[in-house]
């Protein structure tokens, strides 16, 4: 590769060059862009895979709530693949905790959501 | 506009910061990966999944083939056919030729607000009301990456903080209201407990396994 001259020192190959041509990109991104639609799109329009969705419909549901918890613990606990145990990870618990607690109290999503995250941002604001 | 469409805008409003510091990430991590900011853009608008544009921008810079770079960034996105397979359940009177083109925008945020709307006893059109949330959230991804490439870096570290806080928040809060009997329960705490150790195992595929796992544990269980 590297058959465009790089704008960005330090990120070019050995020969100056881009690793990735912008034609490259194009079919990369053309490529990926295809194949993930036909993941979204198979369900939907193959009549077999529509079938195998009413089946299991209870596999589904299950999957579904694991995928939401999954995506909270990763949230809290992870940057990337990488686990952080720090004090930002002690105040996104406080600010889940206080979301919890206020819609407890209040019931109603999107109040809760913006207590929640407004005061971890508020105690991450006074830690500095 | 419907009203379930409006239903849907205002649930999708509540992940829409989280998509946006989400995506200003790839377009940082684009413009360090030398993407020119019309491909960014374009990369955000064609495959519309952060995990798997992170990840080949990443293996750019690491002079993997071409052709690597594409199959990682579809097997990374191996996900949405389960999203898609449960979302056929709640649009089966959809004609398909819509469906082919809303496809498009299955996202986890878009997949998992619908569900969590499905299970409510009011009567609407999910169809609709998956718009709704489709509109906010892919809004958001658009202009996320644009603004990480335009300012890059130079987004303020506590506004980036909160930002990635809604998704979180909310789904947990949706968990704290909709997980109901022992069953779901216990799809629940698989996936919080399993997914972080699996993450970090197999970074990229240990959501999407820590998911498979307990819904094959607890359908057997269940049985």
């Known amino acids: ?13 050995r020969d100056g060059g881009k690793a990735v041509t912008d034609l490259q990109w194009l079919f990369a991104i053309g490529g990926a862009a295809a194949g993930t639609y036909v993941l979204r799109a198979a369900p939907f329009l193959w009549t077999p895979l529509r079938d195998v969705g009413r089946r299991y419909v209870d596999f589904l549901t299950y999957v579904s709530f694991a995928i939401a918890a999954g995506i909270v613990s990763k949230a809290l606990l992870l940057d990337g693949s990488r686990l952080v145990l720090g004090m930002d990870t002690y105040i996104k618990f406080a600010g889940l905790a206080v979301g919890l607690g206020f819609y407890r109290w209040i019931r109603n999503i999107p109040l809760a959501l913006f207590v929640g995250a407004g005061s971890a941002v508020l105690i991450r604001w006074l830690v500095g | 506009m419907s009203e379930d469409v409006k239903k849907g805008i205002k649930a999708g409003g509540a992940v829409a910061p989280t998509f946006v510091a989400i995506f200003i990430g790839v377009g940082i991590a ?13 990369s955000s608008a064609a495959i519309f999944a952060a995990p798997a544009q992170f990840a080949m921008f990443d293996m750019a810079m690491q002079d993997y083939a071409l052709l690597q770079i594409i199959s990682v960034g579809v097997l990374v996105n191996l996900r949405f056919f389960v999203m898609s397979l449960t979302l056929t359940n709640f649009f089966a009177t959809v004609p398909r030729t819509r469906l082919a083109y809303w496809a498009q925008f299955v996202s986890a945020s878009s997949y998992l ?38 300012i890059g870096a130079g987004l303020p570290a506590l506004l980036a903080f909160g930002a990635t806080l809604f998704l979180p ?27 972080p150790p699996l993450e970090l195992l197999i970074p990229g595929w240990g959501l999407f396994v820590a998911a498979i796992g307990a819904g094959a544990i607890v359908t057997v269980a269940k049985r």
């Open chain 1, 1 to 13: 590769m590297g058959l465009v001259r790089c704008r960005h020192r330090g990120r070019c190959d």
């Open chain 2, 30 to 42: 684009a413009e360090v990966a030398d993407l020119p900011p019309l491909a960014t853009l374009l």
């Open chain 2, 113 to 150: 607000v619908t569900f969590f709307q499905s299970r409510r006893d009011e009567p609407m059109d999910l169809f609709d009301f998956y718009r709704g949330v489709v509109f906010m959230t892919y809004t958001a991804a658009i202009v996320g990456t644009a603004i990480g490439v335009v």
């Open chain 2, 169 to 195: 928040i909310y789904f947990s809060l949706l968990l704290v209201g909709e997980t109901k009997g022992r069953y779901e329960v216990a799809a629940v705490m698989i996936g919080l407990l399993v997914t």
